[in-house]
């Protein structure tokens, strides 16, 4: 079995070394390559001698490539992950400085800066797929790439690739559930969109406890570590119960808007404070200093506070569900097909399903309220223009999906941060052109 | 044939007596009834006694009757026509006033001043409501008490009065079309929701000619006078060639939020400017200066300037449609049914309809964009919850329904501003109260 | 303005004519050009000289022409209307006895024998659309040949023509509403599709009476003269009543299948009895030779006896609406777009509709009764898969088609009765085969 | 742990007492409550005694009560399962013998039989639920008393009894799904309602591979043991493979009626012949005189001739699987909740579902094809007309349910057939009478 990790330069990727060396036993990867671009060159090559390193240590039978010849890799894999970045650290920390100057939202998958990261990765995206429908037509794409339920959408809808698209967000919920009832023998049944997540129902000994459980989660949540990425501003307990699901850390942004921009406005400082893409960056850093210890074989423990905690172990524990067929029922991006009546069979969501050797099946819950049915269809939309703007470089396309974004300024102002940001990734947005 | 005008103290008044007189001959009302409250009295007897030199000098058929006592004027009434204001004049202005104090729009019918102004409307028109099912139960509301939609919808859900809402806004869309075409032999088919209208077809010389020609409508738009009530910002013909409709001036607030805020915020000026509603104060303290003149026994042309011109024009007119049976098409709110299928039956829509003397009946259209789809959903919800919570007086619906506003601040911010509305206006709102 | 009738062989004809000549004022037709194939020369001559003497005696300025080349014709023609017949009348006779001589309804437009028509008829009038597309693509085409709701489902999604449908049935409704009522000034609102149309509201003075009017109407309906083609089995008043809404002639197929079924079979004896067609072939061989008569220069009285009364009247109203854009609310076959929420947007229904010179709107009614949507759905999705049929030549899909028609025996049968089908209009059916 | 089983006199009781001995380990059933009525009293005595003796023999820690006092049995129950049959094997009969008379499908589960058996057996279904909610609110109501579909609709929709319906036909589709595959490493996705499912998707070896492997299940099933309820047919390849989906053996009466009425009238011979009702009473009555036997101690092999084979063994597996939430993947009927958006979100259906201690959680399938989303929407508009006069007792619901189905002789025969089978069930029909 071989697994081709595009991006696989990243700071991530002893964690999913790590996640493969720890299953292969019931997963037996005999080859992983690492793929990464030019410009990722330096750091494919430490990242990649640790994790030849941590595989020789384990002591398994598995080979792990490094290589700048993404065809190359592809060629006959099985399961290929996702977690590049295209333009790098810096096109993140321009995702969050260039709104959060004009008084918006600036964060990496949510917003203005979710948007640029879609029109700059979705082409990216659906050229890995092309060649992966030459080169290895039965693999599985396993997309952890931001922002997921876009990038997923765009290949499983315009590629014949089978894509599942994964996010450690979820498992926030799961793991507050678990501390919540002090035992883990309990059904999360999860619905709704990647980052627009929520809990709506808790199957533990026979009942749907989460109407009765729902101020305690809240506690549990307000009170415990989260998803790094996210301020942990407690959630209202009047809000969540009238609400009537669990709602995942991002919906803060939608929710809590006004102290989210607080916030991120007070350390942005009027342009003097750093972004949290330029805290990730300096952790990757000195973790790339870690990573070049030749005596450094396992995982070091300072990755954890890097944030995407989870990740690589939702990507290893999906691939053995599918290698295995087992079954097993994970919160993964997959076809709609009336799971959410509302959005069209083609949207991709974000849902509780059962993993099989085939694929997911989700789980079908019962209706959701209708505020968060009129939530979900906005954000499908917005994502759905955002792909369509993507694929064509329609500049209307584009303003009219901002105009859809609550976390977006509307009007003239729409139009001039989109020219600075078109101005500011323009080696990354080879279709577009700034409008005046 | 008997009218009630509920608030006819207002200075609307002349306008419909006008109406009134104009038509006599194809609507021979015989009894015209004026009620205000007790702190209208002096306003209802000024413009009441203009009304009636007016219907004098006009010399028909035709009785003004001022009264405070709302059940005897509704007795045996053929049609019922409101433009009463709870709070007055003071209370819009404290709708505009507390949202810009916190830099969100500040306006009668949109965002957080409009929600307010429905959560005191509601149970005051549904005591109408009540009062007519007793005393004159096959009478006709003719509503045109703002938020229109809301307060439409919630005598059509929950009274069994026959309700139609009317607008002075799409008027000018159609005024619009004829000023472009040169000629007012078309048919402008309209749908969305009140002050969330789009024209959506253009028929002339058998053919749609909407797609063609909306360059043409918006640059017209843009030269031409419009509503009062909002600031003409031009449109930008690429927004709304890519959209496909002709939007109502109100969409400004929602497709140029930034730019009606900041209008709004200098003019403003951190408290010490005026609001619409104080200088439409002003002008109605003229006109009632007018009013007062003895000899005055016409529509003063003043009154032109008030804002709400075509109103009462409007309402005379669908009130000789129904009387006359005459199947004219006119712009109004009536119940979904299905028209725009993706909201509820019961939903309160604005439409071009044919008018009976059983109500109207919509013209279908065909199916709108998804974008505006989505945006009808967002504002439809919004209004659903909001009819629940001035029912129910539930503080977290009202939580719910301004958390999906896209004009209102989203978080800790939103019950601040709520707990101070709330205060602001106790007197009207005796269900609410403060939650810390 | 030039008219093109395609069938202008037709007995029909001279009702078209008459109604041309009673609207000349308000509709001045100045060429009419009957169409008709070799096969259709006779009677194209015979009936195509009485339109000419009946013209000329009404002194109009309008001249007829007569012609066997249809492009000739059709070249820059204002309105196209049809009421050919492919087979002519000996494969309407097949249509019937084939299905009767296997115990099923042997009908003209239901069960086995509409069936067979859709699929002869389809590809002829594509044909006929095909070449307006080229010779007067903005001509209307006014289709009154059946299985009118296939045949003109067909031409809207299939060609770029504007196509409206009609029918003489949903007259009988109108007439014996007024006959009930003993004034014609209500408005009875129907909807459903062709053959399957409901009357769902009657607006009258100011109410929908229907629900307390249905008893009357039933009594009325079983008590007049209704469409000839159809046996005036009495309607049981409960079970119309339960249905809460009036059902046409037709419903009797669906209704009353074992009476209409027992009645045909009666008629029908084993085969030596005549169906209608045979009748109706007869009579029409009657008008021919009244026709023949060279001093006849007016519509003959026996023409009315031919069954489709009223259809001509029918057309003649809707080129004239559509003429003077007079807004006229008349019941056709028009595109669903939503009107029946429950069947796609691109179906045809018929439907009371506005008549404007773009078209029809239709008048929304309130949701049908489950029970009638059930039906639509039923009738619907046959429709669908039989034009699907009548353009692919399919035989699966034929059979799949047959199997949803609840007047079409299932099972081997089906197959036996399609094989012996297509064998005897082998001649109008070039893609089909039979198969063992 | 106590279960109860509601017409514990039937043959098939062995087979669920077998069910419970080998099951003992995973599954520790402490007591079963055998419940029968009066009439019923020898046949629990002779049946109950062999169960007794069988659980004795296995020397399982289990106790078999027999009672004729449901309340009594009820409380405290965890699960309850339903065997009965209102009017026992004499109304099956009827309900077969009655339409064959008229020469209309006899079947105990559909048509004109499987709408009397509903009439008769939700008011009881109905009354047990009642009892249920008082004696033993927690437990599960496991149905396998037909008409299924309709039988548990009735209980989920209008009690707050949890139920789950079960079915021996999906069984069938799996078990040929192994036999074509020699393997039983498969998920058989089927989807739709009790008697009328399909299966929809065939996931082996990482690919739905339904579609390729239609004919040869095709094949499989026509050679392969089926349900004996039901005449094996053989199926049409050209038939099954243009439908997309493999049907169940009950699909024949829909998709070859006449040959399965021709099967079934031959048998009945004019009255003189026995039918499927019949032969089973004699079976029945084979196997209670070997019940008799007081050294049988073991369920007999004659049991499996009897028809509902695999039922109780499908009881017990579900069971386990509450208990155990084991997540096994069964075929069961539950609410819809949207898994089949075209219909109602409360009307039961029948789909693979993940099986948890909080019922089942239905998988989604991708959208049916339209031809069968018509044939659903058809059944269940029927069965919710079915059960609301099976509530209500209206004569007219019933004659509109019967109407609708394609079963059923259409027109006054409907009024005459009603009024027989009325007549002929009066004992269990309290609330009907005959109308002339």
Not at 23 to 35: C, D, F
Not at 202 to 224: C, M, Q, W
Request: glycine residues 6%.
């Amino acid at each position: 079995m071989k697994i081709v990790t595009i991006g696989g330069g990243s700071s991530y990727t002893p964690e999913i070394i790590e996640g493969f060396i720890n299953r292969h036993k019931n997963l037996p990867v005999s080859e992983i390559w690492l793929v990464d671009i030019e410009a990722g060159k330096k750091k494919l090559e430490t990242v990649g001698r640790l994790a030849q390193r941590m595989v020789e240590k384990a002591g398994i039978n598995c080979k792990v490539h490094l290589t700048l010849n993404r065809r190359e890799a592809l060629k006959g894999a099985s399961f290929v992950t996702t977690q590049f970045r295209v333009g790098l650290m810096e096109a993140r920390i321009l995702d969050e400085r260039i709104p959060l100057s004009h008084g918006m939202i600036g964060q990496e998958t949510n917003g203005f800066g979710g948007f640029m990261k879609a029109l700059r990765t979705i082409p990216v995206i659906l050229d890995i797929a092309k060649d992966m429908e030459e080169l290895c037509p039965n693999a599985w794409l396993i997309n952890f790439t931001n922002p997921s339920s876009m990038v997923t959408e765009a290949v499983q809808r315009f590629s014949k690739i089978k894509c599942v698209g994964l996010c450690n967000v979820p498992i926030y919920l799961v793991k507050t559930a678990e501390q919540m009832l002090g035992d883990s023998n309990f059904l999360l049944h999860c619905v709704g969109m990647n980052h627009y997540l929520w809990a709506r129902h808790l199957y533990y000994k026979g009942n749907d406890i989460l109407p009765e459980k729902l101020a305690d989660f809240v506690r549990t949540t307000n009170e415990s570590e989260q998803v790094r990425n996210v301020k942990n501003i407690p959630w209202d307990v009047n809000f969540v119960q009238h609400l009537g699901m669990m709602p995942v850390s991002y919906h803060r942004y939608y929710y809590m808007t006004e102290q989210m921009l607080e916030e991120e406005l007070t350390k942005f400082d009027g342009g003097k404070g750093k972004t949290r893409g330029q805290e990730v960056k300096e952790v990757e850093e000195k973790l790339f200093k870690l990573y070049e210890d030749p005596d450094l074989a396992v995982k070091p423990k300072e990755l954890e506070e890097r944030g995407g905690t989870y990740y690589s172990d939702a990507a290893c524990d999906l691939i053995q569900a599918i290698y295995t067929n087992n079954h097993q029922i994970m919160i993964v991006n997959t076809q709609n097909n009336g799971t959410l009546p509302f959005l069209p069979d083609d949207a991709t969501i974000e849902t509780s399903a059962m993993i099989t050797d085939a694929g997911p099946i989700p789980l079908k819950a019962t209706a959701l309220p209708i505020i968060a049915q009129t939530e979900l269809h906005i954000m499908k939309t917005f994502e759905r223009l955002t792909i369509e703007a993507a694929i064509s470089g329609n500049y209307d396309t584009a303003i009219q999906a901002l105009t859809l974004n609550p976390l977006v300024k509307k009007g003239e102002i729409t139009r001039q941060v989109l020219n600075e940001m078109i101005q500011a990734h323009k080696a990354h947005l080879p279709k577009w052109q700034v409008r005046k």
